[in-house]
């Protein structure tokens, strides 16, 4: 007997390494053909303390964490306590457990799951340079039936640089490791891997918005590390060289905004990345942005709570702030990823949309896309560019008006080496000649323009992923997308026909568009991660939500799973 | 009319760097003659005006960008460097420069000015200060007396020491940091030349007054005196020049020749070529 998808937790203290052989499981996992995803559980430390990789893998595309976990195996129980919330198990996992380190804990064991002992550090030790975490893999890929060809060119990738005998004792711990658990029969062996279709990448979220803005057209980058958005900035800080453009450190996300301003005032385009306390620090700048019509892409990765909150874990809690957060009249881009792949399409649209609108466009994503690592499908190419609309008639009789204002509310852009365009950009309000002006006409007719360019732009079925038909819809977004995707399917597998959408461009909003979408629904669930159902007000104060609507909303760290929103979908029905 | 600064120099005259804004200055301010300053520099200099990008922050001083006919952004309260830092690092072959008052500068902006003189981003600032907050109506800044009892909101006085500009700029590093007074606009003109010329990242110093809230500043004409020194490329030396100086002394105290900050960048890949390491 086989299942259709395998969870799976690999814990231990900081130094075991879970996380490299999460990482390793993955790896192999992509080799042989499954698709899978991997998040990452850690305390806020910066090493040592409680670590976890939560591993999910399937023959078909993964949207978000399993139901519960199948297979805990621990390297030690050192800490444990402190996410057993995040471990949720049944009568029908299983627990791998070291003997030598002691009974499970009493929060684990009360699930009622089968405990099968293995001797992990034993069988590590008796292997010249062993190690515990190859001794679970081994086990864990015996379990879910991993063939080995996958493993191996893992580990001659990760360590062909380290030599022989470090190749020698990975594959003994490994060989030790599934030995043991071969004679198990657990049945949660993986029904057997598709290898046909489109090539598959194994990608992060973060790296997938990194590069959704080198294929977007970003040449410049100011960066100030924040746990979780620093990878974004690590990975762009050598691709953007290679690719002819910039990365500076700056002193603060005061002035990683404002170099970016500076950037894009000339003509580069530009972004930052940050989580919720730097996005507070640059709000000040992105009002400047959309005053002084100066595109610039800010990705915010959320986190748990304000301030530092809970550095390490996902919430779609700035959802506020990014929307509501500038001061004035502020109209702005708000857009958020659907899952850890659309990172790159949504961020290379976001690119696209500041440079096209003149305006600051803020990416919303979360620790739990940014930080997770996904086998995709290859994202398909998306045609979107920086393309700022430069003046073209400059130096004649008439003097350049910067802030003309046109039909669409995009006024042609003048930028540095443009002879005959020099003006003044500015955040104080202005005339369309680009001088300071405070007369109401003025203000009114500026304000006028930036929010016109926003909401007569075409923004086209990029807008939200629709998918689904029947009475009863999900409408969501972010990473709370994947389990309402799942919970949809399973709902619509069992023969209730039930509609997803989630929204990609949360501002400007788009009510036609929407309503089109919920035509002839009589029953709405509001699902996203929030204490206190942002989304859903945010919903709720700007569109015509049709039928009764339910929302299931809860804050960090647990994630959100398909079963939830499929048990709340079928209470509903 | 217009004149240059020497008689044979034919080219751009300052009146071509102005615009036809009429400033929000007080009569008497001594912003306008550091302007007249600036635009004789920019003609001495005969710089292209679409290739000189000026910046600001907020307060009186800040608002010249609208006084001068390049290419200017004004910008938020403090920013004005970081905002610079960014035209310059990504298009190099712009001339920057920056200008703003003693509390953009050294209040809210006071980590950044901090960062733009160790970092050295070859662009020039000049600063105009007049040891008050024009702008907001007279109050204390990081640069006025401690027993400086006229603003409201400080009615004791700040109760705070001063900080000393030309010294926390050598402290942090800046290449080039020079004073001038805005009366001789001539001489502003001068050290901003210099500064522009000199690679890396040039403090100018000014003294400029705000006859409005700080009228006994109007007696700086017989405070200031030349600073007598010749100006010198070690650090050290200049810092124990300016910290004997009584702060009125007017010239160039530091050429220094520290390596300007500005990362390279060449093509070497496609983006198809970097997506190939996600493939599986
Ligand atoms: C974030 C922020 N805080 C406060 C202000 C109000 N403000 C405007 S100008 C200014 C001080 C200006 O003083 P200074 O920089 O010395 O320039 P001056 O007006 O004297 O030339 C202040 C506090 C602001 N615009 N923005
Ligand atoms: S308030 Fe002072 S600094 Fe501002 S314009 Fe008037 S005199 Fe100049």
Redesign the interface.
């Known amino acids: 007997m086989t299942v259709d998808s395998v969870t799976i937790a690999l814990v231990g203290s900081g130094g075991a390494g879970a996380m490299t052989a999460g990482q390793m499981l993955l790896?192999a996992a992509?080799?042989v053909g499954w698709y899978g995803l991997m998040s990452r559980s850690t305390g806020p430390q910066i090493r040592g303390g409680e670590a976890a990789a939560l591993v999910r893998l399937s023959p078909t595309p993964v949207h978000g964490p399993g139901d519960r976990f199948d297979i805990i195996i621990a390297f030690d129980w050192q800490n444990v306590e402190r996410f057993a919330a995040e471990l949720p198990l049944s009568e029908k996992s299983v627990i791998i457990t070291d003997p030598s380190q002691g009974e499970v804990p009493a929060v684990l064991a009360a699930s009622g799951a089968k405990q099968v002992e293995l001797p992990i550090k034993e069988l590590a030790g008796r292997i010249p340079g062993g190690r515990v975490n190859m001794v679970g893999l081994g086990a864990v890929a015996a379990i879910v039936g991993l063939p080995r060809a996958g493993i191996d060119a893992v580990i001659q990738k990760a360590l062909g640089k380290k030599g022989d005998a470090a190749i020698q004792a990975s594959n003994a711990g490994i060989d030790a490791g599934s030995k043991e658990a071969a004679g198990w029969n657990l049945g949660l062996e993986l029904a057997a891997p598709n290898k046909e279709g489109a090539?598959?990448?194994?990608?992060s979220g973060n790296?997938a918005a990194g590069?959704g803005a080198?294929?977007g057209g970003v040449?410049?980058c100011?960066a100030y590390p924040i746990t979780p958005a620093t990878e974004i900035l690590e990975w762009l800080a050598p691709?953007?060289?290679?690719?002819?453009?910039?990365?500076?450190q700056?002193?603060?996300e005061?002035?990683s905004i404002?170099?970016?301003?500076?950037?894009?005032?000339?003509?580069?385009p530009?972004i930052t990345a940050t989580a919720g306390p730097g996005l507070s620090l640059m709000t000040?700048?992105i009002g400047?942005g959309v005053a002084?019509e100066t595109p610039v892409v800010i990705v915010d990765v959320q986190r748990g709570g304000p301030s530092t909150g809970i550095p390490t874990k996902s919430e779609q809690s700035d959802l506020n702030i990014a929307v509501y957060g500038l001061h004035g009249d502020a109209p702005h881009l708000v857009v958020g990823p659907t899952s850890i792949g659309d990172c790159l399409f949504t961020t290379q649209w976001a690119v696209h949309l500041a440079e096209a609108l003149q305006t600051p466009a803020i990416v919303l994503s979360d620790q739990a896309m940014g930080q997770s690592r996904a086998?995709v499908d290859?994202p398909a190419d998306a045609p979107h560019k920086a393309n700022r609309l430069l003046a073209t008639d400059l130096g004649g009789e008439a003097k350049y008006k910067r802030y003309a204002d046109t039909e669409s509310g995009v006024s042609p852009a003048a930028?540095?080496?443009?002879?005959?365009?020099?003006?003044?950009?500015?955040?104080?309000e202005h005339a369309e000649n680009a001088?300071?002006s405070s007369q109401a006409s003025d203000h009114q007719k500026q304000l006028d323009k930036r929010l016109r360019k926003l909401t007569s732009h075409d923004y086209g079925d990029a807008w939200a992923d629709v998918e689904g038909e029947g009475e009863i819809a999900v409408v969501t977004w972010g990473s709370a997308t994947g389990p309402s995707r799942e919970a949809v399917r399973r709902l619509e597998a069992a023969g209730t026909k039930a509609r997803l959408v989630a929204i990609r461009l949360i501002s400007p909003v788009q009510p036609a568009k929407l309503a089109a979408a919920l035509d002839g629904v009589s029953k709405v669930l509001v699902v996203e991660q929030t204490h206190g159902a942002q989304f859903h007000k945010f919903l709720r104060g700007h569109y015509d939500l049709p039928g009764a609507v339910s929302v299931f909303s809860r804050p960090g760290p647990l994630p959100i799973r398909a079963r939830e929103v499929h048990e709340t979908l079928l209470s509903l029905i | 009319m217009d004149t240059h600064l020497t008689d044979d120099v034919v080219g751009p005259l300052p009146g071509d760097y102005k615009s036809d804004v009429k400033p929000i200055w007080c009569p008497g301010c001594g912003d306008y003659s550091v302007l007249a300053g600036i635009t004789r520099a920019m003609a001495t200099m005969g710089l292209e005006r679409h290739d000189t990008v000026v910046v600001s922050g907020i307060g009186c001083s800040s608002r010249i960008p609208a006084y001068t006919s390049v290419y200017g952004y004004h910008t938020v309260h403090g920013r004005s460097l970081a905002v610079a830092s960014g035209v310059k690092l990504a298009r190099p072959e712009l001339n920057v420069l920056i200008f703003g008052g003693d509390g953009d500068g050294f209040s809210i902006g006071g980590n950044h000015f901090l960062h733009a003189c160790r970092r050295n981003v070859d662009m020039t600032y000049i600063v105009m200060d007049n040891q008050v907050y024009g702008m907001t109506k007279g109050q204390a800044s990081p640069t006025t007396e401690a027993d400086w009892c006229e603003s409201k909101l400080t009615p004791e006085g700040p109760g705070v020491n001063p900080i000393q500009p030309v010294a926390l700029a050598l402290a942090c590093g800046a290449n080039f940091v020079a004073r001038g007074f805005s009366n001789n606009p001539n001489e502003v003109a001068r050290l901003i030349v210099e500064g522009v010329r000199h690679p890396g990242f040039s403090v100018i110093h000014i003294l400029s007054p705000c006859v409005t809230f700080r009228p006994e500043q109007r007696n700086w004409k017989s405070t200031v005196h030349p600073y007598g020194r010749e100006p010198t490329d070690d650090p050290n030396e200049a810092m124990r020049a300016v910290l004997e100086d009584d702060g009125f002394g007017l010239g160039i105290f530091l050429a220094g020749n520290r390596r300007p900050f500005q990362p390279e960048s060449a093509a070497t890949r496609s983006i198809a070529q970097i997506e190939e390491g996600f493939a599986v």
């Open positions: 790896d992509a080799n090539t598959r990448w194994n990608i790296e590069l080198l294929k040449k410049f100011a691709n953007l060289a290679k690719t002819g453009g910039k990365l500076v700056a002193e603060d005061l002035a404002a170099m970016c301003l500076g950037a894009s005032f000339s003509g580069v530009s000040e700048c400047l002084s086998i290859k930028i540095p080496g443009m002879p005959g365009g020099e003006h003044t950009a500015d955040g104080l001088l300071p």
